[in-house]
């Protein structure tokens, strides 16, 4: 039997190698072992921010108000349609990486792209709040774009009448904190609050500018930008735009006709 010498060049190989492989097992048995944990720290924080934009406040626990105030459901973007047969689907439902996997993703044309994403998935998830007797309350409608720095994630939830903001939340982005991380600022998201998508010819006027016009015709659509953050204020309402102005307009068309919250 062959002895190791240690001191050896083959030896100091061959212990780096030994050495290597055991914290390669140690890294991957604490991932398997992390991963349910993981799992539920991203269902947790997905609803907690669609509970933000709901208008329920969390009464027992997170999961329980969710449960009860809550319905997912899977939409085709393109009809505008939902899909039954994925609802069971739809909570948790990967659209970014969806949004990049080939047939399970379309590509957006360049000039409709201000939003700058590329892609997106075909199918996204959409969220219903419902009250205590499970009367519809606002749709809960996912969204995301590129920044200035990060693509920005979010939630925007309106009224039945498919065109009053109700609320909106980001819950990913990579911001620069004081400027364009103001985006988490609650103040500046109270802003949107009873602004409108869509103006009396259904023509899509929500607006993010500089110069709002706070007592004219714009008050219902303008929402302030944000003080020393001009190119995120852009990317987000690019993001906004490109969703509710264009991919969920078929959507948002069959809601108002009543052919959705039925």
Known sequence: MLKLNKDSAVGTFVIIIAFCLVCSVLVSSAVVALGPFQQAAIANDRQVNILKVSGYN?????????????EARMLDVASGNIVPEMQA?????NFASASKQAGASEAIPADKDIAKIRSRAKLMPI???KDD??????????????AL???AYGYL?????????EGIVFYSHGETPGLGGEIDNPRWQAIWQGKKLENADGE?????????DREGPGKDFDVDALSGA?????????????????AYKPFLDNLRKGEILK
């Open 230 to 246: 001009t190119l995120t204020s852009n990317g987000v309402n690019n993001a906004v735009q490109y969703w509710f102005g264009d």
């Open 133 to 146: 007797n499970g009367t519809p309350t606002r749709i809960i409608l996912p969204f995301y774009g590129q």
């Open 89 to 93: 689907q739809a909570d948790g439902y």
């Open 157 to 165: 939830a309106l009224s039945t009448d498919a065109n009053t903001v």
């Open 204 to 212: 899509y006027a929500l607006n993010i500018t500089k110069v709002p």
């Open 149 to 151: 720095w990060s693509t």
């Open 58 to 70: 969390v009464e027992t626990t997170v999961a329980d108000t969710y449960a009860k105030h809550i």
């Open 127 to 129: 969220y219903i709040a």
